[in-house]
C-alpha cells in the first residue's frame, strides 16, 4: 500500500511539477503530516526531491529527473487501449498517431500487463454513435482541433437551429465528442462559452494570432453545467400518465431512460389491474403527443387535458384511416 503510495506521490511531481504538501495530501487522500514522511522516505531511496519554503513553496523534483518506472499494472495498461477510440482519432486525424503511440505502448509494456492489454483490444470495443444514427458530417472537425490545439481564433459560418446562417468570430477552447456529435465550446473575445455542433459549421478560417484561455476554465466541469442547464430547459411542462403492467422498458425507450427512471420511483403502489400512475418532465404539448403515440394502448394520457385532447384526436384520425 505505501509503495504503490510513494510511487503515485513520485508521479505527481514528475508531472505537475512543484506541489505543496496539502495538495499532494488532498491528491493522495491522506494526512499532510503522512506526505511528510512519504517525502522523506523518497529522499532516503535517493531520489532527489526537495522543498522550497515561503507562500510560493512546495515540493519539487530536480530539474531533469525522470523516473523510467511507469508503474502500470495488467489492468490499467488494459484500461487505456479500452479508452482508445480509433474512430474519433480518425476523425480528428490522428488515427496513424493513435496506432504509433499504442505500438510504443505495447512494446514498453513488460510481457503479463501487454498480453492483458492485447485481450482487452481483441475483446471490447466502444462504437459511440447511438443506433438508428450515424456519426455527423464534420468537414471541418479538423480545422477546428488545429485551432483549439494551437489556441486560434477561428471565423466560421455557422447554421442555426431555423437554417438561419450566422457568421461568428470566436476563440475555440475545446471539443467534446457526445452520442457520435462533436461539439466546439467556444467564446468570442471577452464573453461567455457556448457550444457549437462541428457539423453545422459551413465555412471555417483559422485567423491570425493567438489567444489565451479563460483563467480557470475547465473543459469537464462547463460541459457537466451545460448537460445539466440543457436537460433544465428541454424540459419545460410535465405529463401525468397511466402506465400498462411490464411496460417500463418501452417506456424508457420512448421517454428517455433518465426520465423514466426518475418518474418510476416517485410513483406509487400498481392499481388493481397493475397500471403505474407517472409524472414525466416533457418537451411540449406536440412533441410529447408523438412519443406517446408511439407507446399505443400501453399508456394512458390523464394529463394535462390539451395533451389528452390531442391524444384523442389522433386516435380518431388512425380509426377513420384503417376503419
Not at 25 to 36: D, F, I
Not at 157 to 182: C, M
Not at 186 to 195: I, K
Amino acid at each position: 500500500m505505501r509503495a504503490s503510495r510513494l510511487l503515485s506521490l513520485l508521479l505527481l511531481l514528475q508531472t505537475r511539477g512543484r506541489m505543496t504538501a496539502t495538495d499532494l495530501a488532498e491528491e493522495l487522500e491522506v494526512s499532510v503530516r503522512t506526505v511528510y514522511r512519504d517525502v522523506e522516505a523518497l529522499s532516503a531511496a535517493g531520489v532527489p526531491v526537495y522543498a522550497d519554503r515561503g507562500p510560493a513553496g512546495g515540493y519539487q523534483l530536480l530539474d531533469g529527473y525522470r523516473t523510467r518506472l511507469n508503474g502500470l499494472t495488467a489492468e490499467e495498461a488494459s484500461s487505456l487501449f479500452l479508452a482508445g477510440l480509433p474512430g474519433p482519432a480518425a476523425e480528428l486525424g490522428l488515427a496513424d498517431v493513435a496506432a504509433n503511440a499504442e505500438l510504443k505502448l505495447l512494446a514498453a509494456l513488460p510481457p503479463e500487463p501487454r498480453s492483458h492489454a492485447a485481450r482487452m483490444r481483441e475483446r471490447f470495443l466502444l462504437d459511440v454513435p447511438s443506433w438508428y444514427r450515424g456519426a455527423d458530417d464534420a468537414p471541418h472537425l479538423g480545422e477546428v482541433a488545429e485551432a483549439v490545439w494551437e489556441r486560434r481564433p477561428i471565423r466560421m459560418t455557422y447554421r442555426r437551429w431555423g437554417r438561419q446562417e450566422v457568421e461568428r468570430v470566436l476563440n475555440p477552447y475545446g471539443l467534446v465528442l457526445k452520442g457520435g456529435s462533436w461539439y466546439m465550446v467556444a467564446a468570442p473575445a471577452g464573453g461567455s462559452p457556448r457550444t457549437y455542433r462541428v457539423s453545422r459549421i459551413l465555412t471555417l478560417c483559422t485567423l491570425p494570432g493567438h489567444f489565451d484561455g479563460p483563467a480557470g476554465f475547465d473543459l469537464a466541469a462547463f460541459w457537466r453545467e451545460y448537460s445539466k442547464e440543457f436537460r433544465e430547459r428541454m424540459y419545460k411542462a410535465e405529463a401525468v400518465v397511466r402506465l400498462a403492467p411490464g411496460m417500463d422498458d418501452l417506456f424508457a425507450y420512448t421517454m428517455g431512460a433518465d426520465v423514466v427512471a426518475a418518474a418510476l420511483a416517485a410513483a406509487g403502489e400498481p392499481d388493481a389491474e397493475g397500471w403505474l400512475t407517472l409524472t414525466v418532465p416533457i418537451e411540449s404539448i406536440t412533441h410529447a403527443r408523438w412519443l406517446l403515440l408511439r407507446m399505443g394502448a400501453a399508456v394512458e394520457v390523464l394529463g394535462p387535458p390539451e395533451l389528452r385532447s390531442l391524444m384523442a384526436e389522433a386516435v380518431a384520425e388512425l380509426g377513420k384511416m384503417y376503419g
